[in-house]
Structures are given as C-alpha cells and as structure tokens.
C-alpha cells in the first residue's frame, strides 16, 4: 500500500471497499461490500430534499501484539439508532452496524495504518433516507453505508494543542433542538462560525444557543476541564441538551473516576476556565487534544493553559491509548479484537 501513514491528516483516502444495506419495504438486507463508491439517489429522496441524515464515527486500531480492534463499536450502533429515533428514521439494528463495520474492515486491512504510526482506520456509517416524497414528512426507507479511511489526526496540531475562541454569535444547535444527535444538518450549521474562528486562527468553542454563558462543545468535540481542588484533581465536563454525548468522554470519565479523580458533569460557565488548570476537546477523531488558551472576545479575556499538554490530562490520553492499542488489559471490555 503506497500511503504514508505518518503523514496522513484527518481526510478522505479512498480505500477498496465500502459496505451497505438498503432498507425498504420494512425489512433490511444483509450488508455487503462494493467498490462502487457511488449510491444512486432518488432526486426527492428526504435525505436529500429535508436532511433525514445522521452519522456515526468510530476507529480500528493495530494494536501493539497485532491484534485489531475496534473501540465501542456497541456504543455507536446504540448512538446512531437515538439519532435516527431522532430524526424518525428507521434505526440499523445493533447486530447490523457491528457486522456491517467488521466487513468493513476485513475488506479493507490493507488500508490499516500499522501500529506505531498515530494513524488508524476510521468508520463513518452513514444513514440517509430514499423514501420519494415532497411534502414535508419523514421517509422509512433508507440507506445505511459505511465508508472506511484511513486517517491522521483531527486537529493539526495533534496532542499539542490548539486555541479556541468562545462564539457566541453562530449557534449550532438549539437547547431542544438536534444537538443530542449526530445528524448531518448539525454539522452544516457549525461550518459558518468555524470559518469565522479559523480567519482568526482559533478553533470555535460553541457556547449554549439559549444564554450564551455556558459551554457546549469545541468544534466536533466535547470539552474537557481539569481544576484542582485541594489534593484531588475534577474532571469537569459540560452537561447541555445541545451536545454530542461522547463515547471519548464517557470512558475518559471512567478512566479518571478510576484514577481518584471527582467526576463532574454539569453546566460550565466561561468564566470558570480561569479555575481550571488543564482544558481539551475529546472525541474519536481528535482523541485528547489539549487546548491553549481560550479567548473570550467578548469580555477581552484570555484563559491561558500553556502550550505543553497538562500531567492529567497526558496520563488520561495514554491510558485510553493504552486500551485501544492493546498494551493494557481491556477490564471494561471496550474492544471488540478481530485476530
Ligand atoms: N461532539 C460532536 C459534535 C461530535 O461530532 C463528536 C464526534 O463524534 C463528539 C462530540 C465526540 O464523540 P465521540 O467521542 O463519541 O466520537
Ligand atoms: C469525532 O469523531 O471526534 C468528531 O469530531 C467527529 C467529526 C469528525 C464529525
């Protein structure tokens, strides 16, 4: 395979196959692979004509005694069949997505970056609905596909860090809106405001659509504090209807009740950054990724972490990297090892 692994950043590499399984007239059919990477789409398809999309996003990782695995693959069939409830879509069937991904892959281990590299297989499963109609309804059938790439890190600067910049003028998803779900037209609306962060080289912090006070979510990513309280070090991380529950976050959570630390999940003001000694955006693409600094444009503040990852938050990067290219036991059972 003529790819260089290490060179790879978060972007579409064609690979041999991709696997799909129409949904029509109430019953699945069994997933297959194609290299056709075209689907035909009827023009009024309410996947197209009113966005009934949803995605998902998940990792294989060559691990180091060359076992591969895939990292809470469950957790992201259950995800993708709240999004497509959602959006009244028909949801894919757990045992369907878990078979689906792992044909994927086995008919794609070629593409998989070797271990050591920092790249890894990436799944996008897609759900879009066919169903021809022009009122505006919902549509039952459907097209689920996954698409694998191989890829590098998220953000450019990897475990490094990046700064954010707080936004409160483009809201990207409403308090009872579709944030909770991972469908495309949430995506679409984020692109705006991370233009605006990018033009001043900042990635976008997105802040609560209804006050503007609270944190939600970094870009594609949940947010991550760590404040120190006495001896012991919190963990705090947002609670918001308008975001992403995170399968990095929730074993991150795991990982750092394990390791001692309070675990808190509940609203964060801005402000409270000047608390926190640590702070990143979590998420399968971008792992841990540590930020900066965050500048509040507004109020003319600036809350400084430094520009070298934080102890805490660089013990919680490795032990998840620990287990998803197992080095450590898997105690929580998270990968699903295919020899
Ligand atoms: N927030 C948003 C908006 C996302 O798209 C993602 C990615 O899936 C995340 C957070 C991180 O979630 P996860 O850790 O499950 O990948
Ligand atoms: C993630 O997987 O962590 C994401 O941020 C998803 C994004 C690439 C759509």
Redesign the pocket.
Known sequence: MNINWKELTFHYTETDYIVRAAYKNGVWEQPYATRDKHISLHVAATGLQYGQECF???KAFRGADGKVRIF?ME??AK?MQRSAEGLLMTPVPTELFCKAVVLALQKNMDYLPPYETGATLYFRPVLVATTPEISVGPGKDCEFIVIPTPIGPYFPNGFKGMPFIVNRTID?AAPQGT?QW?VGG??AA?FRASEVAHAMGYECMFTDAKTHKYID?C????FIGIRRIGERQEYLTPRSSA?????????LMTLAKEMGMKVTRRRIRVEELADMQEAAA????CVISPITKVLDPDNGVTYAFGDKPGPVLTKLYHALQDIQYGRVEDRHNWCFVVE
């Open positions: 998902e996003g998940l809470r957790e992201n995800r990207r944030g991972k949430n995506y984020s979510e870009t594609a990513s949940n975001i992403l529950p995170s399968i990095t976050n929730e074993s979590c998420g399968t693409a």
